[in-house]
């Protein structure tokens, strides 16, 4: 195993060692005034007209959509190892639902939620009864991860344009991270979680094309 992939791999266990500690925190109810908080004040300060849009970043997350995207990717990375990418995006799934299994972290109540649009994929309707981590951070994050590495690792695209996309990646994933607090679907120490497990997943995957 060269540098590289040292590198990739030991930052992949770490943030995943970061995810169980802080998880294990969260069971404590340690965040529990400070994710009260935070929705309050996003929603107090985010005017409702972004509640349409940011229902619609909202199914973007989803696993249906996300996997999709994770295919497409296959498609044009034409690696027959990517498959490991997509068997890392499984096993990021076992863990969001131990989380949710053994978390005890209640969502936040109804009067909290602004999701407008009258549709839903179908994973959508499982509700485990816990809301940590947020599946939707930890799958936007892997794919976001996924993106920066096959970007940064494209000869063909130049310096410049790199950073732009990669701007546009972090944007998307912050604009992610905000939404679901916002829209009451889940509290800051959820969207925290699902990132590290979301990152430390995406970063182990890419271990498979280096």
């Given at each position: 195993?060269?540098n590289?992939?040292?590198?990739?791999?030991?930052?992949?266990?770490?943030?995943?060692?970061?995810?169980?500690?802080?998880?294990?925190?969260v069971?404590?109810?340690?965040?529990?005034?400070?994710?009260?908080?935070?929705?309050?004040?996003?929603?107090?300060?985010?005017?409702?007209?972004?509640?349409?849009?940011?229902?619609?970043?909202?199914?973007?997350?989803?696993?249906?959509?996300?996997?999709?995207?994770?295919?497409?990717?296959?498609v044009?990375?034409?690696?027959?190892?990517?498959?490991?990418?997509l068997?890392s995006?499984g096993?990021?799934?076992?863990f969001?639902l131990?989380?949710?299994?053994?978390?005890?972290?209640?969502?936040?109540?109804?009067?909290?939620?602004?999701?407008?649009?009258?549709?839903?994929?179908?994973?959508?309707?499982?509700?485990?009864?816990?809301?940590?981590?947020?599946?939707?951070?930890?799958?936007?994050?892997?794919?976001?991860?996924?993106?920066?590495?096959?970007?940064?690792?494209?000869?063909?695209?130049?310096?410049?344009?790199?950073?732009?996309?990669?701007?546009?990646?972090?944007?998307?994933?912050?604009?992610?991270?905000?939404?679901?607090?916002?829209?009451?679907?889940?509290?800051?120490?959820?969207?925290?979680g699902?990132?590290?497990?979301?990152?430390?997943?995406?970063?182990?995957?890419?271990?498979?094309?280096?």
């Amino acid at each position: 195993m060269n540098n590289r992939r040292l590198l990739v791999f030991f930052s992949g266990i770490i943030i995943f060692a970061l995810f169980v500690l802080f998880s294990y925190l969260v069971h404590k109810d340690l965040f529990t005034q400070l994710d009260f908080d935070t929705t309050v004040r996003l929603q107090d300060k985010i005017s409702t007209s972004l509640n349409t849009p940011f229902s619609f970043l909202s199914l973007v997350g989803s696993f249906e959509i996300t996997m999709i995207i994770l295919l497409v990717l296959w498609v044009f990375t034409r690696k027959l190892r990517y498959i490991f990418v997509l068997f890392s995006f499984g096993f990021l799934h076992v863990f969001e639902l131990y989380g949710k299994a053994f978390v005890e972290h209640p969502g936040p109540p109804y009067l909290f939620f602004r999701y407008d649009i009258p549709f839903q994929f179908p994973t959508s309707y499982v509700q485990p009864g816990s809301s940590y981590p947020s599946g939707h951070l930890a799958r936007t994050i892997f794919i976001s991860v996924v993106l920066l590495f096959l970007v940064g690792g494209n000869k063909k695209i130049g310096r410049n344009l790199k950073l732009i996309l990669t701007f546009l990646i972090v944007a998307f994933d912050l604009l992610m991270f905000i939404s679901r607090i916002y829209l009451g679907e889940h509290w800051f120490s959820d969207v925290l979680g699902g990132s590290l497990l979301g990152a430390a997943m995406g970063l182990i995957s890419t271990l498979f094309l280096l």
